[in-house]
Nanobody, 120 residues
Framework: QVQLVESGGGLVQAGGSLRLSCAAS????????MGWYRRAPGKERELVAH???????SYADSVKGRFTASRDNAKNAAYLQMSSLKPEDTAVYYC??????????????WGQGTLVTVSS
């Protein structure tokens, strides 16, 4: 199985920036796409950015132009650079990895989440 650990969350003022990191371990050879999701208070979890193994990264409309997601396959890591943060970006952010290329019961691996709070 793949294990994911996020870091970098915290409290930031509106207009500020944060960089989230995701470290993958375990059967990292099983990872294809990676992604960042978030769950805001009282809302459903939503996709923030999808990072394929190859090709272009896609973003939720709400973060386009402000967030940049990337991955470093050599380091088994993914990143989310967040700029021009807004109070509505407040959420727990989760790293996700598609491990469906390996015969596990769970097609996806998830981190424990890191809280981002944006004050107005």
């Amino acid at each position: 199985q793949v294990q994911l650990v996020e870091s970098g969350g915290g409290l930031v003022q509106a207009g500020g920036s944060l960089r989230l990191s995701c470290a993958a371990s375990g059967d990292t050879i099983c990872i294809s796409a990676m992604g960042w999701y978030r769950r805001a208070p009282g809302k459903e979890r939503e996709l923030v950015a999808h990072i394929p193994m190859r090709g272009s990264t896609s973003y939720a409309d709400s973060v386009k132009g402000r967030f940049t997601a990337s991955r470093d396959n050599a380091k088994n890591a993914a990143y989310l650079q967040m700029s021009s943060l807004k109070p509505e970006d407040t959420a727990v952010y989760y790293c996700n990895a598609d491990q469906s290329s390996c015969p596990y019961d769970d097609l996806d691996a998830w981190g424990q989440g890191t809280l981002v709070t944006v004050s107005s």
